[in-house]
């Protein structure tokens, strides 16, 4: 027996050990981050899929356009408009701003008629950490309604 084989079964347990380290690293990022669930009542969703649909084409045969512009003080925009590019006024705008990576710092905004006959709606939105975010935003008038999303990056000063 050579000098250098009495360290085989000392190399065997350091390798078992570093498997469980790095196993045990990666147990702890998958728990620890983004569960993975883009919609709670998938399954509600996937049996009225075909509402979903009609939702679609009657917002597609609206004719309605949007844009999500963030401000310079951190607050929300969304200019809306009809078929024709007329500024659409007196819309009930709601929207929602969601964390795609992780849960617990969603949070819904409160659209203001800030100038109403050019159809722009803004919202304060205070963003508690930088990163990844999507802008949902839901525009409702006379029974028509509007749905548009947009991601955003955001840097907190």
Same mark, same amino acid.
């Given at each position: 027996? #050579? ?15 570093? &498997? ?8 702890? &990022? ?15 969703? *996937? ?5 979903? &649909? ?8 609206? $004719? ?10 951190? $607050?929300?925009?969304?200019? &809306? ?17 969601? #964390? =795609? ?26 963003? =508690?950490?930088? *990163? ?26």
């Amino acid at each position: 027996m #050579r000098k250098s084989d009495r360290f085989i079964p000392m190399y065997f347990v350091l390798f078992f050990c570093f &498997l469980f380290v790095v196993d045990g690293t990666m147990v702890y &990022l998958a728990v620890s981050s983004h569960r993975g669930v883009v919609n709670e009542n998938a399954y509600e969703t *996937g049996l009225k899929y075909n509402d979903v &649909l009609k939702e679609a084409e009657a917002q597609k045969k609206s $004719g309605w356009t949007s844009k999500i512009a963030m401000q310079k003080d951190g $607050g929300i925009s969304v200019s &809306l408009a009809d078929a024709d590019g007329v500024a659409l006024t007196g819309v009930d705008v709601t929207g929602r701003v969601v #964390r =795609p990576t992780q849960d617990g710092y969603d949070f819904d905004l409160m659209f203001e008629k800030q100038k109403s006959e050019t159809g722009v709606y803004t919202a304060k939105a205070d963003f =508690p950490l930088s *990163g990844s975010w999507e802008v949902l935003i839901r525009a409702e008038k006379d029974g028509t309604v509007y749905k548009k999303s947009k991601k955003i990056f955001m840097r907190r000063k």
